[in-house]
């Protein structure tokens, strides 16, 4: 019965892109609607200001009612996290969009683009996992 809360929160996710989506016309790309906050649009920041609190909200949720959900030791060097963390960022420009708005938003509406983006995140995940630990030797 591990798998409950996955499914659990799948759910949950497919729910609220699916009522983003059908009530406002919105894909629930988490980037996109994180950088609409940075540079918004009249009328546009509140629904957004909302949408990125309910991700914390939701966080915290979870911190209280399992808080080992959040527990885990950092096995790898902070400077290639970092890096990590801007190649993924770099990434989500060049997609014009992040794995949620092109993963869950784009595939189930059967976009070609989004389905070319999902399948691209994938193979890069696939090589780079490939590359550090064949290669380089930085993942186990």
């Not at 969009?97 to 994938?122: D, E, W």
Request: proline share 6%.
């Amino acid at each position: 019965m591990n798998f409950v809360p996955a499914l659990v929160g799948g759910l949950l996710i497919g729910l609220a892109s699916a009522g983003l989506l059908l009530l406002n016309g919105r894909v629930a790309g988490v980037t996109g609607i994180f950088a609409g906050l940075l540079e918004p649009r009249p009328g546009d920041k509140g629904w957004r200001s909302l949408f990125v609190a309910g991700l914390v909200a939701g966080a915290a949720v979870v911190e209280l009612v399992r808080p080992q959900t959040f527990r885990f030791d950092l096995v790898r060097p902070p400077l290639l996290i970092a890096g990590a963390g801007l190649l993924v960022g770099f990434g989500t420009r060049l997609a014009n969009g992040c794995t949620s708005g092109h993963g869950l938003c784009g595939v189930s509406r059967l976009s070609p683009r989004s389905l070319v983006a999902t399948a691209t995140f994938i193979a890069a995940g696939i090589a780079t996992v490939y590359v550090g630990h064949h290669l380089l030797g930085v993942l186990p």
